[in-house]
């Protein structure tokens, strides 16, 4: 079945500690993207990507990083920069070809600091 | 520019009702506006899409309204069932401007539909 697969589903981090989160797609879309989801503020754009080895930093990238050196995969690390990380996080792709844009969404990950 | 007003926050409809949910966007390069319903703990879903060269579209139960020259769109959710309780989310994109098709999404509508 084609679809994004994001792991873990929780994640627990120490604080000062870096964390990566995984997504992987297999839709063969171009493009990639992860949002951080917050009570009452709906999907925040942190880093998309529209191909291999380039990326752009979306409304909130500070204390985030990202990769994309596969088309399959867009993964997402959370430092210690990030002040706070505690959310659930999103990863999206789309194909990403002129009049196509919608987005399939992964199952997410909850990520908690303790 | 990029913002995309959604309201109500919440909202409790009778089952059988009409839900409808309101956004409202800024940037006239807005050419794509779906609607993805998301249930807890899973990600959203794409539901329904319009394009501003229609005023409405209608898919099952789900109606969306564009109103290009008030920079407003609606989704209707007519004969509301118990299943459709979800938190809905409105959101925009330019899908004309090629490499910068990213959606701007409202801050989410909590469904709440009761027998």
């Known amino acids: 079945d084609g679809g994004i697969t994001q792991s873990p589903k929780y994640l627990f981090r120490k604080e000062g500690q870096n964390v990566t989160l995984s997504c992987e797609q297999n839709l063969n879309h171009d493009a990639m993207y992860w949002y951080r989801q917050d009570p009452g503020q709906g999907l925040r754009l942190i880093y998309y990507?529209?191909?291999?080895?380039?990326?752009q930093k979306g409304d909130i990238a500070e204390g985030y990083s990202v990769s994309r050196e596969k088309k399959e995969s867009f993964p997402l690390t959370v430092t210690s920069a990030q002040k706070n990380p505690t959310a659930f996080y999103l990863c999206?792709?789309?194909?990403?070809?002129?009049?196509?844009?919608?987005?399939?969404f992964g199952q997410g990950t909850r990520l908690t600091v303790v | 520019q990029q913002q995309v007003k959604q309201s109500p926050q919440s909202l409790i409809v009778q089952k059988g009702g009409i839900s409808i949910i309101n956004c409202a966007y800024e940037?006239?390069?807005?050419?794509?506006f779906p609607w993805y319903q998301q249930f807890p703990g899973k990600g959203p879903a794409l539901l329904i899409a319009i394009r501003p060269d229609v005023s409405e579209k209608k898919e099952g139960r789900f109606t969306i309204s564009f109103n290009k020259s008030a920079k407003q769109f609606s989704l209707h959710i007519m004969d509301s069932q118990p299943g459709d309780s979800a938190t809905y989310f409105c959101a925009a994109g330019d899908i004309s401007n090629f490499g910068n098709e990213k959606l701007t999404f409202g801050t989410g509508t909590r469904l709440t539909i009761i027998p």
């Open positions: 940037n006239t390069a807005f050419d794509y």
């Open positions: 999206a792709s789309s194909p990403s070809s002129r009049g196509r844009t919608e987005a399939f």
């Open positions: 990507s529209q191909i291999v080895n380039d990326f």
